[in-house]
């Protein structure tokens, strides 16, 4: 092992979750590049690994970065990992690795333990195909665009969200989709995992009813069903709704919600 970069994945919750192949991989490595070194060294101190280890996070990442490059180009191997799962995904790590392939020096993925596989196997929704968009952003305003924008995606949706937020963000996903098969895939691996299922509005009422959630949150929406394109013109199915009563610029955010486009797209049409 040398002039090599690792990328190792650890365990999510469950310390079991861990490949005999990582398990190597960070007993011979030079150097372990992790996001909090007091939570690694607890991984390495239940495996007996005592290796040198150096903090590598968004904070100092950029700066961090070229001091790992300089390592490795002087023959080192270097293990990156991050405080759980697979890192890069939703975590810091591309910076090294683009870097590491543009000085010529070798990657190579140690795969494992994954929140968003883990979730998706033990889901129930469909895996034929599916987009992951990392963590939700914390405003609702944002929040509801992105839903809106996924509206008319025919793949399960895989999202990351805060305990914090969630009943905020099921009541967009009520708002902005509808009646779609949710999962929540709480605490993978660990003690108290749960998968909850049913639609938005549904797990809102589950989880409202109690005193406060917790725990790592893997958020998964089902398909978007068949729906029958009404081939209306838009600008006459924006006059039907107006003539009913409903604003100009709210008919048209309804016939873009329904057609599966943006307003601006709507907009730009009826000019």
């Not at 005999?20 to 011979?28: D, G, H, K, Y």
């Not at 958020?219 to 081939?231: F, N, Q, R, T």
């Amino acid at each position: 092992m040398s002039k090599e970069l690792y990328i190792v994945a650890t365990p999510i919750g469950n310390l079991e979750d861990i490949t005999l192949r990582a398990l190597r991989v960070l007993r011979e490595a030079d150097l372990i590049a992790c996001e909090d070194t007091r939570q690694t060294r607890k991984l390495l101190d239940h495996f007996g690994i005592a290796k040198p280890v150096t903090s590598y996070h968004e904070h100092n990442e950029a700066a961090r970065a070229a001091e790992l490059i300089e390592r490795l180009e002087r023959g080192e191997s270097i293990a990156l990992v991050s405080d759980a799962g697979t890192p890069l995904i939703s975590d810091p790590g591309y910076r090294l690795v683009r870097a590491a392939i543009d000085a010529g020096i070798t990657v190579v993925p140690v795969p494992g333990a994954s929140a968003v596989m883990g979730a998706l196997a033990g889901a129930g929704l469909g895996t034929d195909s599916f987009r992951f968009g990392g963590f939700l952003p914390a405003k609702t305003s944002q929040r509801r665009k992105i839903f809106e924008e996924l509206r008319s995606e025919t793949c399960t949706l895989v999202f990351y969200e805060a305990p914090h937020r969630i009943l905020e963000t099921l009541e967009d996903i009520n708002a902005a989709l509808g009646a779609r098969p949710i999962v929540i895939a709480r605490e993978l691996t660990k003690l108290h995992e749960e998968f909850l299922r049913g639609t938005a509005a549904e797990l809102h009422a589950t989880l409202s009813a109690r005193p406060s959630v917790k725990g790592e949150i893997t958020l998964l929406i089902g398909k978007a069903e068949h729906v029958e394109l009404d081939d209306t013109p838009i600008e006459e199915a924006i006059l039907k709704l107006e003539t009913s009563g409903i604003s100009r610029m709210d008919a048209i955010k309804q016939v873009a919600k329904t057609r599966g486009l943006s307003k601006r797209e709507v907009y730009k049409l009826t000019l």
